[in-house]
Every structure is written in structure tokens, then in C-alpha cells.
């Protein structure tokens, strides 16, 4: 079945820090990978999205390439701000099939 | 980009009585939907998948009497948890998944505390 690894939490930067955030996948065929955001006492929003390989997906100055030969969608910012603190999920879903999830990541980015 | 709503977006209620939740599209049609429970620090568990004008999906574990899912509409599903207890308490979040782009949007979420 498919599944998402993503990088353990919690993440803690220090403000204008460069962000990695790691996600690997595994899943039959080719799905579609998603960064979600969810911010304290809210629910998801779509962060930024890839549909194929090599694509490339951005937001916010958030970043992700679909890598089909390492399969991974690791996230990327090159200057956090406190305002980023947030947990953020890696997910995966083949086309009319329910999303998969990561466990999620939290982080805080301090002044 | 598209957007859920969710109402309410908190709720308290007693021991035994019924409360219903709604999720919208606001702005696109969602011939699928699906209602997730989130507990504390944990990723969201997908409680069900609501496809328009036929009977919900539950995944394994969940009481199918006790959490009632209508959708009627292709804008509207709804959540009823029945008989709530106090383990029922949780933060449930819906989705809407918008079939142009295979993308699931997400309301804000509902906080029901059973008391």
C-alpha cells in the first residue's frame, strides 16, 4: 500500500534559518504529493502541490521537487520566519483515492 | 484557491445528546468529501468518505450508527455524532475534493468537547 515517511519533529530554527523538511514515499504508479500547513487551533491548508516527476511545487517561498528516482518531496524555505511555526504534513494520493499522510512535522522558529 | 467551511467551529454539549456538523465548498463542486478526527499532537485519522447522493465509506474502526454522514449536496455534507460521550471529544476536520485538480481542500475544523 502507499505510505509517507516524513522527518521527525520537532524542527526548532532560528528566524531567517534555512528549512528542510524531509519526506520520502512509497505507492504504486504515479500519485500526486502535497505539502499541507496547519497552524494552532486551525485545520489544513494546501501548501504547494507536484503531479509528476521533476515538478516542482511553490508557495510562500516554500519549495518541493517531486523526485521520482529517490522518491522523495522534501520542503524547503530559505529564510524562515516565526510566523512559519506550524506543523506541516507530507501526503500522497493516486488520482479519486484518499490522501495518505506522514505523521507530520512541527516547527517553531524562534527570533 | 478553493475553500471549506466548517460550522460550528467549536461546540459543548451534554452526555448523550446529538450534535451536527456541517462542511461546505464554497466555491466548487465536490462530488467526494471525507470527515477526519484529530486528537492532540497527532496526524488526522480518516473517519469516512462521503460521495454525493449515495452511502458513505467508513474505514474499519468507526461506528458507522454512531457517526451519521449525509451528503446531499454537491456543496454540503454533514457529521452527526450521536449519543456523544466524553471520549468522543476530538478536533474533526472535513475535506472537499475538488475534481479538476484531484486536490482535497480543507476546512477550519471543529473542537467538540462532550462533557
Known amino acids: 500500500g502507499n505510505s509517507v515517511t516524513q522527518m521527525e519533529g520537532p524542527v526548532t530554527l532560528s528566524e531567517e534559518a534555512f528549512l528542510t523538511i524531509n519526506c520520502t514515499y512509497t505507492?504504486?504508479?504515479?500519485?500526486?504529493l502535497f505539502w499541507y500547513v496547519q497552524y494552532p487551533g486551525e485545520g489544513l491548508q494546501l501548501l504547494l502541490k507536484?503531479?509528476?516527476?521533476?515538478d516542482k511545487g511553490s508557495n510562500k517561498g516554500f519549495e518541493a521537487t517531486y523526485r521520482k528516482e529517490t522518491t522523495s518531496f522534501h520542503l524547503e524555505k530559505g529564510s524562515v520566519q516565526v510566523s512559519d511555526s506550524a506543523v506541516y504534513f507530507c501526503?500522497?494520493?493516486?488520482?479519486?483515492?484518499?490522501?495518505?499522510f506522514g505523521t507530520g512535522t512541527r516547527l517553531t522558529i524562534i527570533p | 484557491g478553493a475553500v471549506v467551511s466548517q460550522h460550528p467551529s467549536w461546540v459543548i454539549c451534554k452526555s448523550g445528546t446529538s450534535v451536527k456538523i456541517e462542511c461546505r465548498s464554497l466555491?466548487?463542486?465536490?462530488?467526494?468529501m471525507f470527515w477526519y478526527r484529530q486528537f492532540p499532537k497527532q496526524s488526522l485519522m480518516l473517519m469516512a468518505t462521503?460521495?454525493?447522493?449515495?452511502?458513505?465509506?467508513?474505514e474499519q474502526g468507526v461506528e458507522k450508527d454512531k457517526f451519521l454522514i449525509n451528503h446531499a449536496s454537491l456543496t454540503l455534507s454533514t457529521l452527526t455524532v450521536t449519543s456523544a460521550h466524553p471520549e468522543d471529544s476530538s478536533f474533526y476536520i472535513c475535506?472537499?475534493?475538488?475534481?479538476?485538480?484531484?486536490?482535497?481542500?480543507f476546512g477550519p475544523g471543529t473542537r467538540l468537547t462532550v462533557l
Open positions: 475535506s472537499a475534493r475538488e475534481g479538476s485538480t484531484d486536490t482535497q481542500y
Open positions: 505507492a504504486t504508479g504515479y500519485p500526486s
Open positions: 507536484a503531479t509528476k516527476a521533476d
Open positions: 501526503a500522497l494520493s493516486r488520482r479519486n483515492e484518499k490522501l495518505t
Open positions: 466555491d466548487f463542486q465536490a462530488t467526494t
Open positions: 462521503s460521495n454525493e447522493g449515495s452511502k458513505a465509506t467508513y
